[in-house]
């Protein structure tokens, strides 16, 4: 194959193996990567794609009422799915956030399933909740960690030379550029400190995942969840809860479940906003701390949080409820998982949230 650029094909001599002609093709694979003699990624995007989603497929044909848990299925998108996207970046890269998306939702699908939530669930906020990096960010995590790699190299090393002469010559080109000057560009607006001999990935790829965050808060999305989310370490009751637990609660902290107010919000069709037992506003707060329905299992879990010391004032305790656990102390997370986990089974059984 010959890259050129424009449309028509450029003249090339022919090239002979013994007796026969070797055909001019328009891709070729060569080490993982699809190449197009036109230098896009079309034809690689299009492979990694279908993959992407054969794999999302498989990992959720798996996932039964039970489990596995949202943990397991989670490594294994970041196992099967996100190595398979991320392979030969930054070498290569979707062309278009359009096509970036695609491959996000790929790879997020099976959480959602596991967690029980509908495909209107924001993608964004699937990514924050199972901790993951949009594939946007991938590329530049990739630019930055093989360009910092490369500066730990000796001098003469020759891929410590390559990144030094592509910072040195700078081509009059806006897309496209050398990848140790995208590198140097994405570190500065990271504000990176130079690299650091050991474990320089994790310090970049956190970095990275508080920019996403910034992001994720400042597009407005989710708010519930947003307001939930702070550490950049995984929500507890993705490890801890049962895997029908684990459902109930995603729903609520997605604003998925299934609360007449939050459905009238969701859906043009229904303008129904009020609880169907006492005629309420249906919010959450109605349904953790009001509706008349719920509070036999009500009483039994302020009882479990005064023993256990755990607030009960609607503020405070519609975070622990929903996992949100930053303001309570250490050794009393789990305590808080078990009882909220207990109380919003019960509301289940009374009414299908
Ligand atoms: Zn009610």
């Not at 490369?150 to 990848?179: F, G, N, S, Y």
Request: aromatic share 6%; net charge positive.
């Amino acid at each position: 194959m010959c890259f050129a650029k424009g449309k028509a094909d450029p003249a090339v001599k022919s090239f002979h193996l013994g007796n026969d002609r070797l055909e001019p093709v328009k891709t070729a694979d060569y080490l993982g990567l699809t190449w197009q003699t036109n230098a896009r990624w079309d034809a690689h995007f299009e492979k990694i794609l279908t993959s992407a989603r054969k794999r999302s497929g498989i990992i959720t044909s798996v996932i039964v009422r039970n489990g596995p848990s949202p943990t397991a299925i989670r490594l294994l998108c970041d196992a099967l799915i996100r190595s398979k996207i991320a392979y030969g970046m930054p070498v290569w890269s979707p062309s278009s956030l359009a096509r970036s998306h695609k491959l996000d939702v790929a790879i997020t699908d099976p959480f959602r399933r596991s967690l029980g939530l509908p495909k209107s669930a924001c993608i964004e906020s699937l990514l924050t909740e199972m901790r993951a990096l949009p594939t946007r960010y991938y590329n530049k995590l990739a630019a930055i960690t093989t360009t910092r790699r490369a500066e730990l190299l000796t001098p003469d090393h020759p891929t410590h030379e390559i990144i030094t002469a592509q910072r040195l010559v700078r081509e009059p080109t806006t897309r496209r550029k050398p990848i140790a000057q995208k590198a140097e560009q994405f570190s500065r607006n990271l504000r990176l400190e130079s690299p650091k001999p050991k474990r320089d990935s994790r310090h970049v790829k956190k970095a990275l995942m508080r920019e996403h965050r910034v992001e994720w808060h400042r597009s407005g999305v989710s708010r519930l969840l947003a307001d939930l989310t702070t550490g950049l370490h995984l929500p507890l009751y993705l490890k801890h809860d049962p895997a029908q637990i684990a459902r109930i609660r995603a729903r609520l902290r997605f604003d998925r479940a299934n609360l007449q107010e939050s459905i009238s919000r969701r859906s043009s069709e229904s303008k129904q906003t009020s609880c169907l037992h006492c005629g309420q506003t249906d919010t959450l707060d109605h349904l953790l701390f009001e509706c008349p329905q719920l509070a036999t299992a009500r009483l039994l879990m302020h009882k479990k949080a005064q023993t256990a010391g755990l607030s009960i004032s609607p503020d405070l305790a519609r975070r622990w409820i929903l996992s949100d656990l930053e303001q309570i102390d250490k050794h009393l997370h789990i305590t808080a998982l078990q009882i909220s986990g207990n109380f919003i089974a019960a509301i289940n059984n009374i009414r299908r949230l």
